[in-house]
């Protein structure tokens, strides 16, 4: 490895000394400390595991929901927008069929319309910076 770095001399000195350095005792922490450590990742552990089985049942249960709704067979036909997205796009559009006139309205709110500037002979076309953030996160995943 050290003459593919480019090391032309004392190539075996310097690995004796890199290889002893490896193998040598490493800093430990006091057996206190460590106890304390292990302790506080079973904790962690633990923790973790219960928010697991927790998000898995949330999960079932909004499944559940998600498919109750009317909507929901016209948001499952997008590509890419499964149960959770699908539930957040919901989500943020809220129930109101008729909030907006058209679907332009919804392309502003959600943010995924340009912006068309023109004067003269100038065009400019820009994004939307006032939008909905948690609709366009979900529509861009």
């Not at 929901?72 to 957040?88: C, K, N, Q, T």
């Not at 008729?98 to 995924?112: F, L, Q, S, V």
């Amino acid at each position: 490895m050290l003459r593919r770095g480019g090391r032309q001399r004392n190539i075996d000195k310097r690995a004796v000394v890199i290889r002893d350095a490896l193998r040598a005792e490493q800093l430990a922490a006091p057996p206190l400390t460590v106890d304390a450590y292990a302790d506080t990742a079973r904790a962690l552990v633990a923790v973790i595991t219960v928010l697991t089985a927790r998000i898995a049942d949330l999960e079932s249960a909004l499944a559940d929901r998600f498919e109750q709704h009317p909507d929901a067979v016209i948001l499952r036909s997008l590509a890419g927008l499964g149960i959770i997205l699908g539930a957040r796009v919901l989500g943020e559009f809220e129930d109101d069929p008729n909030r907006y006139e058209h679907a332009k309205g919804r392309k502003n709110y959600a943010g995924t319309s340009p912006i068309t500037r023109q004067s003269g002979n100038r065009k400019a076309v820009l994004s939307r910076f006032i939008r909905n953030r948690r609709l366009a996160d979900a529509l861009t995943w």
